[in-house]
């Protein structure tokens, strides 16, 4: 019985066999590695400069930092700006991220996120390089106005609890409530942005019209929570990511002014 079940478990001639499933999902996750780096490179460095930039430039004199709905705004320019430069990167990593799921017949095959804008632009043209540019600024408006502007609130909320202090901890909680409160508003229109930029064509029209099409149908026809679907695994995304993010943030500002503005 021990020599069936190993011989099951490793092939016929009792040697390891790798599960084709476990090497499609390895080169799958790792196939839009190169494009989410340099989505990274793009977006969340120009939205987090932007952002910090203006935040500094419209805090008042005597150090009153702007309120909530200047935040809203504030992150909602950064946002914008951040998905335009940002969306040649994002739709590659899109297709590159979902070619392994195609049929062989339809796989693009891009080598690297550089390979896929250069045939992008040659195969399709370089607008489309921008394809689901608007919703993408959308889910952008509304994530950073989220992200940006309720960290910034739950920050100065906790330190003016007076339990608080500016240190690690602080950013710790506050990128924390700012991870929920992003997930549950970006959820609706990350779909939407994400369906319209792998979307094909069907009998020579595009599957979705847009943004609010795509809402439409996916409440019509799989329900309005599904708009929600997956949300404590996208939380558990989230929620590292803004934290590692505006900690990091956090330090590269205090030794920024440190190292250059103390002088």
């Keep these: ?129 921008w394809r689901g540019c608007i919703p993408t600024m959308a889910r952008a408006v509304v994530v950073n106005a989220a992200q940006l502007a309720s960290y910034s609130q739950s920050k100065q909320f906790l330190l003016d609890s007076g339990y608080f202090s500016d240190n690690i901890l602080c950013h710790f909680c506050a990128s924390m409530i700012s991870g929920l409160v992003t997930t549950a508003a970006s959820m609706p229109v990350d779909i939407a942005k994400t369906r319209i930029q792998n979307m094909r064509m069907i009998d020579g029209k595009p599957e979705y019209k847009n943004g609010l099409d795509v809402l439409f149908k996916v409440v019509r026809y799989e329900g309005f929570f599904s708009l929600w679907k997956g949300f404590t695994p996208y939380y558990a995304r989230l929620g590292p990511h803004t934290v590692l993010t505006f900690i990091f943030l956090e330090q590269m500002n205090k030794a920024y002014k440190r190292l250059f503005l103390s002088g």
Aim: proline share 5%; net charge positive; no cysteine.
């Design 1 to 129: 019985m021990a020599a069936t079940a190993s011989a099951g478990a490793g092939g016929m001639d009792g040697k390891p066999r790798t599960s084709p499933k476990s090497v499609k999902f390895l080169f799958g996750g790792l196939a839009g590695l190169s494009a989410g780096l340099l989505r990274q490179a793009t977006y969340t460095t120009t939205r987090l400069g932007i952002y910090t930039v203006l935040f500094e430039r419209l805090t008042g004199a005597d150090g009153t930092p702007p309120g909530f709905l200047l935040k809203a705004v504030i992150g909602m320019t950064a946002g914008a700006t951040g998905a335009f430069v940002g969306t040649p990167a994002e739709v590659a990593l899109i297709r590159m991220t979902a070619d392994g799921r195609l049929p062989p017949d339809q796989r693009r095959g891009y080598k690297n996120v550089f390979n896929a804008l250069i045939r992008i632009t040659r195969e399709e043209g370089v607008l489309t390089l």
